[in-house]
Structure formats: structure tokens, C-alpha cells
Nanobody, 126 residues
Framework: QVQLVESGGGVVQAGDSLRLSCAAS????????MGWFRQAPGKEREFVAA????????AYADSVKGRFTISRENAKNTVYLQMNSLKPEDTAVYYC???????????????????WGQGTQVTVSS
């Protein structure tokens, strides 16, 4: 069983930065792609960013491109989401997730991910 635990959320003002972390259990972390999703109240869960198992490839939603950066440290079983120039519309619960399939191609679809963390709240005030 894989466990994912997010941390780093909080309440910030527009323009501020936050770094989210997601710590994973298990010994096969480096074999799987990882993703970040978010869900605002009354909205569907949406893709934010993804990273390949090695960290060499990344992908972003258009809404966060240029402001957010996904990275990972396989030695620490951790994936990060650096969020800069935060906007009120970034307010949501942020989830990390593990991509199905070893070394598989990235996906922006929640159905392509099999393990999820409990989420961390990010609130951006104007």
C-alpha cells in the first residue's frame, strides 16, 4: 500500500509564494510519475502539474504555466510544487497522486492515477 502525505498549504495573499510537499511511502517511488491536482469548492478536480519518474519531463496546466514548478527528490521519496505569484483563483485543496503504471507516460486525467493523498488547503486572499 502506498501512502501520500501532502504538506505546506496555508493562507497567503495574492502575489505570495508557497511550496507544497508530498511524501510517499514505499520503495518504488522513483519508478512512477507523479501529479498534482486541485479542487475548489463546487468544482471538479483539475490537473495542475505532472512529472516523470526520473524528473526529466514535466507538464503544466495552462493556468499555472510560468508560475508553478513541479520537482521531485527520489532519494527522499518526495515531490514538490513550488507556487509563485499566487492568485485568488488558485484557492483550492491540492492533492498529489501517483501515476498508474511504471515509467508510464504523463496524463492530466485523474483516472490515470491510482494513489492519492488527503490534500492540503491553499487559500489566497486578494
Amino acid at each position: 500500500q502506498v501512502q501520500l502525505v501532502e504538506s505546506g498549504g496555508g493562507v497567503v495573499q495574492a502575489g505570495d509564494s508557497l511550496r507544497l510537499s508530498c511524501a510517499a511511502s514505499g520503495r518504488t517511488f522513483s519508478s512512477y510519475g507523479m501529479g498534482w491536482f486541485r479542487q475548489a469548492p463546487g468544482k471538479e478536480r483539475e490537473f495542475v502539474a505532472a512529472i516523470s519518474s526520473s524528473g526529466s519531463r514535466t507538464a503544466y496546466a495552462d493556468s499555472v504555466k510560468g508560475r508553478f514548478t513541479i520537482s521531485r527528490e527520489n532519494a527522499k521519496n518526495t515531490v514538490y510544487l513550488q507556487m509563485n505569484s499566487l492568485k485568488p483563483e488558485d484557492t483550492a485543496v491540492y492533492y498529489c497522486a501517483r501515476k498508474k503504471g511504471i515509467y508510464s507516460v504523463y496524463s492530466n486525467q485523474p483516472e490515470a492515477y491510482d494513489y492519492w493523498g488527503q490534500g492540503t488547503q491553499v487559500t489566497v486572499s486578494s
